[in-house]
């Protein structure tokens, strides 16, 4: 069974950054599509970003050139580096892996970005 723990969500002043980090059971960060989804109160899940076995990245448009996406297959991780963060990236940031028709979702942890 894949377990997903994230971690490192928080409350931060707009303009700051977070550092989110998902620790995965077993070696299936090298070998799923790892991703980030959010929800915001009152609003549909969205896909944020995601990193493939091979390495791609990809990025949901309003976050472009403010997070980055990435893994650590040593360590089963994955992270989400965000910076220059905005009230409206306050949300509970989930860490799935995805392995064909299979997803799998951590608990979510909780980021607040106050103005």
């Known amino acids: 069974q894949v377990q997903l723990v994230e971690s490192g969500g928080g409350l931060v002043q707009a303009g700051g950054s977070l550092s989110l980090s998902c620790a995965a059971s077993?070696?299936?960060?090298?070998?799923?599509?790892m991703e980030w989804y959010r929800q915001a109160p009152g609003k549909q899940r969205e896909l944020v970003a995601l990193i493939t076995s091979g390495g791609s990245t990809n990025y949901r448009d309003s976050v472009k050139g403010r997070f980055t996406i990435s893994r650590d297959n040593a360590k089963n991780t994955v992270s989400l580096q965000m910076n220059s963060l905005k009230p409206e990236d306050t949300a509970v940031y989930f860490c799935t892996a995805r392995d064909g028709g299979n997803v799998y979702w951590g608990q979510g942890t909780q980021v607040t970005v106050s103005s």
């Open positions: 077993g070696s299936i960060v090298s070998r799923y599509t």
